[in-house]
């Protein structure tokens, strides 16, 4: 998942020569370094982790019989309980390159005179990379030109005319 997210289930991290070992802050703010880093190329960042099942959970066999299915058939949100004291294994980067009718719309829009803001429900750093490879974005771009939708909607509504 995102790596914000998931990073605050895990505990522990598994290191490349196979040892696991407690995730300190140091660990997790070096892993959203990378994920900046990351980020910043215009990849779409999700962190892995896993966690040692037992119990009914750990013999689930995907069938609808099996007495597992009754807990994963629950409501999502109640999931923290499985997906807490996960073990963190690493992030891969996604190359999710926009469509290529996006570039010439932008540059209509521009010579149309509208102003182009970016809202988006992903990371605001990998949103922004790809709108700078589009053209949406130049590189000196007014930091009101995008937000995370969190973000946005937060504000005020008279904040979000004004932007």
């Known amino acids: 998942g995102a790596p914000e997210g998931l990073l605050t289930r895990c505990t522990k991290m598994l290191k490349a020569d196979g040892k696991v070992v407690k995730l300190d802050k140091r660990g ?3 892993i959203l370094e990378e994920q900046q880093r990351m980020a910043g190329r215009a ?5 892995l982790a896993y966690t040692d099942l037992s119990g009914e959970l750990g013999t689930f066999d995907g069938t609808s019989g099996h ?3 009754k807990i994963l058939g ?3 949100s109640t999931f923290v309980e499985i997906e807490s004291d996960l073990t963190f294994v690493g992030l891969v ?3 999710d390159p926009p469509r290529a009718e996006i570039a010439p719309v932008v540059k209509i829009c ?3 005179g509208i102003r182009i803001m970016i809202i988006t429900g992903d990371n605001k750093l990998t949103a922004e990379a790809i709108a700078m490879d589009i053209g949406l974005l130049e590189k000196d771009f007014e ?3 995008s937000h995370t ?3 946005f909607f937060k504000k005020p509504e008279a904040e979000q005319r004004k932007i």
Do not use: F, H, K, Q
């Not at 990849?43 to 962190?47: E, K, Q, S």
């Open 28 to 30: 997790i703010e070096t």
């Open 43 to 47: 990849l779409r960042v999700l962190a």
């Open 67 to 69: 007495p597992a299915s």
């Open 74 to 76: 629950r409501d999502p």
């Open 93 to 95: 980067g996604i190359i």
């Open 110 to 112: 521009r010579t149309a």
């Open 143 to 145: 930091p009101d030109s």
């Open 149 to 151: 939708g969190t973000d």
